[in-house]
Nanobody
Framework: QVQLEESGGGLVQAGGSLRLSCGAS????????MAWFRQAPGKEREFVAA????????DYADSVKGRFTISRDTPKNTVYLQMNSMKPEDTAVYYC??????????????WGQGTPVTVSS
């Protein structure tokens, strides 16, 4: 099973940008749908964005549509989440997931440990 590790989180001011990376090891992501989820303190984990294994389809939560972009670089075994125009409500721990499809956690067999993102106002 592929192992996933997120990186790139940190502190950013409202209106700023961050790019999260999800690197895979122990296997390839070539044929895996990939997604990002996030969980804010005291809230349920929620879907953020997804990209199909081929890269031909992307889905976004309404809350991030137009601001976030998910992409993948299969030769580098990496998935990215570019976050622009960030808002305080984007503050959360961001998780990378692979192997499923949909807006819930069901079906995603691989998960990273998460990287925290804090957006200050």
């Amino acid at each position: 099973q592929v192992q996933l590790e997120e990186s790139g989180g940190g502190l950013v001011q409202a209106g700023g940008s961050l790019r999260l990376s999800c690197g895979a090891s122990g296997g390839t992501i070539r044929f895996l749908n990939m997604a990002w989820f996030r969980q804010a303190p005291g809230k349920e984990r929620e879907f953020v964005a997804a990209i199909s294994w081929s890269g031909g389809r992307t889905d976004y939560a309404d809350s991030v549509k137009g601001r976030f972009t998910i992409s993948r670089d299969t030769p580098k075994n990496t998935v990215y989440l570019q976050m622009n125009s960030m808002k305080p409500e984007d503050t959360a721990v961001y998780y990378c997931a692979g192997g499923g499809w949909g807006t819930t956690e069901t079906g995603f067999g691989s998960w990273g440990q998460g990287t925290p993102v804090t957006v200050s106002s």
